[in-house]
T-cell receptor, first 113, second 121 residues
Framework: DQQVKQNSPSLSVQEGRISILNCDYTNSMFDYFLWYKKYPAEGPTFLIS?????DKNEDGRFTVFLNKSAKHLSLHIVPSQPGDSAVYFC????????????FGSGTRLLVRP | ETGVTQTPRHLVMGMTNKKSLKCEQHLGHNAMYWYKQSAKKPLELMFV???????ENNSVPSRFSPECPNSSHLFLHLHTLQPEDSALYLCASSQDSRTGTGQPLAKNIQYFGAGTRLSVL
């Protein structure tokens, strides 16, 4: 059973608009969440993270929101740019683990010019 | 360039072959990882080495054999693979830092290589 789920395999957004990528998790022991971006033929690159003691973290055009009661997090990209087109992975780490990241299956974002 | 280099980028092998995947990190990290990504599936953690000792082994078949000779290099030795082992194999590294009580620090970010695309015929 997947502990981290990204239920939308793909998302298409107009350039300049907001992209919202969603992620749900089931394990209440998760206390740290990360978003990675992956271009074709490259490895995942770290984008932004959030600790469970926060509900929002912002870095430029990227904001991650965490709703612990709903076990839900989302990544907002605004404004979206064509270069943001990539696969976005949500990942979570449990409180007692330094190493183990549990990944979602990814959402492919296409930003249309 | 993330500072984590994987070779080869592509590998085609028969089920009776023996091959090795190589990973090198130039980030001064003390932990290294092997992940497998099959089509339409999440990344799956295979092995973790911290300070050159294996600390995680996620029920991976013995036909996959990791080796970590030092903190900068990680290998994955492959033998008698099956076609279902065809996947993208990703290496990652991180700096494992802990508090005085041994709890992991939040910001142990993992940095990934570009992966080896493996096809088993």
């Amino acid at each position: 059973d997947q502990q981290v789920k990204q239920n939308s395999p793909s998302l298409s957004v107009q350039e300049g608009r907001i992209s919202i990528l969603n992620c749900d998790y089931t394990n209440s022991m998760f206390d740290y969440f990360l978003w990675y971006k992956k271009y074709p033929a490259e490895g995942p690159t770290f984008l932004i993270s959030i600790s469970s003691i926060k509900d929002k973290n912002e870095d430029g055009r990227f904001t991650v929101f965490l709703n612990k009661s709903a076990k839900h997090l989302s990544l907002h990209i605004v404004p979206s740019q064509p270069g943001d087109s990539a696969v976005y992975f949500c990942a979570a780490r449990a409180r007692d683990s330094s190493y183990k990241l549990i990944f979602g299956s990814g959402t492919r974002l296409l930003v249309r010019p | 360039e993330t500072g984590v280099t994987q070779t080869p980028r592509h590998l085609v092998m028969g089920m009776t072959n023996k091959k090795s995947l190589k990973c090198e990190q130039h980030l001064g990290h003390n932990a290294m990882y092997w992940y497998k990504q099959s089509a339409k599936k999440p990344l799956e953690l295979m092995f973790v080495y911290s300070l050159e000792e294996r600390v995680e082994n996620n029920s991976v078949p013995s036909r996959f054999s990791p080796e970590c000779p030092n903190s900068s290099h990680l290998f994955l030795h492959l033998h008698t693979l099956q076609p279902e082992d065809s996947a993208l194999y990703l290496c990652a590294s991180s700096q494992d830092s802990r508090t005085g009580t041994g709890q992991p620090l939040a910001k142990n970010i993992q940095y990934f290589g570009a992966g080896t695309r493996l096809s088993v015929l």
